[in-house]
Nanobody
Framework: QVQLAESGGGLVQAGGSLRLSCVVP????????MGWYRQAPGKQRELVAT?????TTNYVDSVKGRFTLSRDKNMVYLQMNSLKPEDTGVYYC?????????????WGQGTQVTVSS
């Protein structure tokens, strides 16, 4: 069982910044996709940003220009700038990892991000 470990959430005022980190254990050559999702109270979990093995990034429109996703070997980071109250939620690290011919999805336990107005 692959366990993703997140860190870096917290409370910040609007306009502030936070950096989320996640450790994805295992063979990096088996990582198809890495990234972050979030879930706001009363809402469904949504994609925030992902990066493929080839380095292609994808961001939800609401964070473009403010958030930056990066990775380094087994680490994936989300730099969040110009935070807004609507960015509040639980942020989950995500990884899709190949096990032979099968692609499995893995999630972290989540880290709370709260942006006050």
């Amino acid at each position: 069982q692959v366990q993703l470990a997140e860190s870096g959430g917290g409370l910040v005022q609007a306009g502030g910044s936070l950096r989320l980190s996640c450790v994805v254990p295992g063979n990096i050559f088996r990582f198809n996709v890495m990234g972050w999702y979030r879930q706001a109270p009363g809402k469904q979990r949504e994609l925030v940003a992902t990066i493929t093995r080839g380095g292609t990034t994808n961001y939800v429109d609401s964070v473009k220009g403010r958030f930056t996703l990066s990775r380094d070997k087994n680490m994936v980071y989300l730099q969040m700038n110009s935070l807004k109250p609507e960015d509040t939620g639980v942020y989950y690290c995500y990884a899709q990892i190949m096990s032979g011919p099968v692609a499995d999805d893995y999630w972290g336990q989540g880290t709370q991000v709260t942006v006050s107005s």
